[in-house]
């Protein structure tokens, strides 16, 4: 990862790349993430046959309506162990980018693609 401060991270192998699953899907619903810290949101997320709704947590409610999430598609890390946040458990991390106060903007594909998709 690289740090906040914006340096590169170490450099990596292909393989290394490829070890880390990262995959489209469609936000099904989102709701604020009582008992959070920090102000989040909780969402189940479809990525498709293969790996089916998944729920994750993400810090998005300054930028985001929890309605203007539903119907958008996210990319995610499928394949990161779950992790406890408060009593809820994220099963995949969805990704972003600080924007420049520090609030978090969603990546995204640029047009529309199937569920599942894989980030090549």
Same mark, same amino acid.
């Given at each position: 990862?690289?740090?906040?401060?914006?340096?590169?991270?170490?450099?990596?192998?292909?393989?290394?790349?490829?070890?880390?699953?990262? #995959?489209?899907?469609?936000?099904?619903? $989102?709701?604020?993430?009582?008992? $959070? #810290?920090? +102000?989040?949101? #909780?969402? /189940?997320?479809?990525?498709?046959?293969?790996?089916?709704?998944?729920?994750?947590?993400?810090?998005?409610? $300054?930028?985001? #309506? $929890?309605?203007?999430?539903?119907? *958008?598609?996210?990319?995610?890390?499928?394949?990161?162990?779950?992790?406890?946040?408060?009593?809820?458990?994220?099963?995949?991390?969805?990704? %972003?980018?600080?924007?420049?106060? %520090?609030?978090?903007?969603?990546?995204?594909?640029? *047009?529309?693609? +199937?569920?599942?998709? /894989?980030?090549?």
């Amino acid at each position: 990862m690289s740090s906040s401060s914006g340096q590169p991270s170490a450099e990596i192998g292909f393989d290394d790349f490829l070890k880390v699953d990262i #995959r489209i899907g469609t936000v099904l619903e $989102a709701v604020p993430l009582e008992g $959070a #810290r920090k +102000p989040a949101y #909780r969402m /189940r997320i479809d990525f498709g046959g293969e790996i089916g709704i998944k729920a994750s947590s993400a810090q998005l409610t $300054a930028l985001y #309506r $929890a309605d203007e999430l539903v119907g *958008r598609q996210v990319m995610a890390v499928v394949n990161f162990p779950p992790r406890q946040i408060g009593k809820f458990m994220s099963q995949v991390l969805t990704l %972003g980018f600080p924007g420049p106060d %520090g609030a978090v903007v969603l990546a995204t594909p640029e *047009r529309q693609v +199937p569920n599942g998709s /894989r980030l090549f």
